[in-house]
């Protein structure tokens, strides 16, 4: 398969600065826009339906997984479906847009295997767990049980660092944003 544009793939354990990231270069790059993708976790207070994720029931999740809506999906937490849906990529590409994904590993592997040549992948780490634990409590989402969720996702998706394109080391923000703009500059121009 081959697109019109360019795929921007991030990914990161929940926790590792990949939203903040993300928003910073799709404000920053123009000819960006963001993969809005479904899922069926429920709605953060500050989130908009259609602007962060569009929110499905897991029984509508299903059906379009039927229909083949989904160029990947994955279910990234027990009972919690997450995917990228084809009429965004379309979407976005009519448009004339790169498109910039927040995924998790499988998903970032799965966008790799289907668009080889037109997509980064983009690794975003924590320094430490300790660090990834204080930014997760510190964002005030999680209960216990959900915090204790991700935690233990994360140990398992550091794991797969080494199959991704380029790694961002996310400790200082500013030095990260300043790495991702240069990454993002030098892959699409
Ligand atoms: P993700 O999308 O990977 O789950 P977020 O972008 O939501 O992560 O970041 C998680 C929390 O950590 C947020 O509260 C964010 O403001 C904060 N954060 C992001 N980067 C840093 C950083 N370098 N240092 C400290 N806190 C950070
Ligand atoms: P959150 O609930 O924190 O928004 O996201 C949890 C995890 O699901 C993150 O790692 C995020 O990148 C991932 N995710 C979000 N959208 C998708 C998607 O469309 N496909 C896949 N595979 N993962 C996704």
Redesign the pocket.
Known sequence: MTLPGKLLVFT?P????????VRHVLSTFENTGFSVSATTRSKRPHEIHGKDYYYLSVETFKLWISLDAFAEWEEVYEGQFYGTLKSEIERLTALGRNVVF?VDVKGAMSIKQLYPKETLTVF?KVPSMEALER??R??GNETEESLKKRLTKAREELTYESHFDVVII????AD?LKEADEIVQKFLF
């Open positions: 990161a929940s926790g590792s600065g990949k939203t903040t990231i927040d975003i930014r997760l510190l964002r996310n400790d200082i923000l990260a």
